[in-house]
């Protein structure tokens, strides 16, 4: 029996992708405040976690467990997790400070899975992880910034500037597990122009791997899309997808979510002429 990999639903997997490769998805608590009629979120328990790491490597036949969550900055789940990994003896549960959030997540899991499927073992499909992450990035635009500023999930340096924010159209990446700040302009059109140059500036003329995803907002993400699929090389490939419920929730309605993975990291760059 393979490894095997477990995130949590922050990395907003599909069905079918977790069906087809085998990716155990926990579940992240999205939970209601009555008083205030606010939604707000809850990261996952070691008891979880533990349970979780336990059946998969009953399944795996010890052959190990990958753990990939979201950044540990962004949520309690990754300390929770290393509690977790601590109960299990020889390095059987390894778990990643992914430092990301979102679909570069998924994309690490899916890669790792890909080499698990094959038979590969822990430290290969941990490699392999790694090198997604490694190799990825993550813009959020925000149509608004109540939600976020609500949260307490940006750097303090953001949270600084957050009132001048009010009448922008700010996009935020995330840096070393937190979300920073890369730009702010009038309009959502501007926007995306913003980022499709970023993405472009980053892909050094490779194949890019994009996936979108969109707080009810479908329309402006196929937009999005759009814009990436006439100027991207041939060889990229994109998914568009609603976003997540806890990562929703703090982005609020109209945010839109660029992962994106690249061919290189960045330091091979200077390498490439």
Known sequence: MPVRIVTDSSASLSEDVIEELGITVVDLHVMEDEERHEAFTSGLSALELTAAYARQLERGGDEGVLALHLSKNLSSTWSAAVQAAAVFPDNMVRVLDTGSV?????????????????????????????????????????HRIDEIRKSGRISATTAVLSAALLATKPIMQIKDGRLELVGKTRTQSKAFTKLVELVIERAHEDPVFIAIQHNE???????????????????????????????????????????AVFADRPEDFSTVS
């Open 102 to 142: 979102g679909m570069a997540i998924g994309a690490a899991a899916m890669a790792a899975a890909k080499l698990a499927s094959q038979g590969k073992d822990l430290d290969t499909c941990q490699e392999m992880a790694i090198d997604t992450l490694e190799r990825s990035s993550t813009w959020i635009y925000l």
């Open 217 to 259: 907002a479908e329309e402006s993400a196929g937009d999005l899309r759009d814009m990436f699929e006439e100027v991207l090389p041939e060889g990229s490939s994109f998914m568009t997808m609603p976003m997540e419920e806890t990562l929703s929730v703090h982005t609020g309605e109209g945010a839109v979510g660029v992962s």
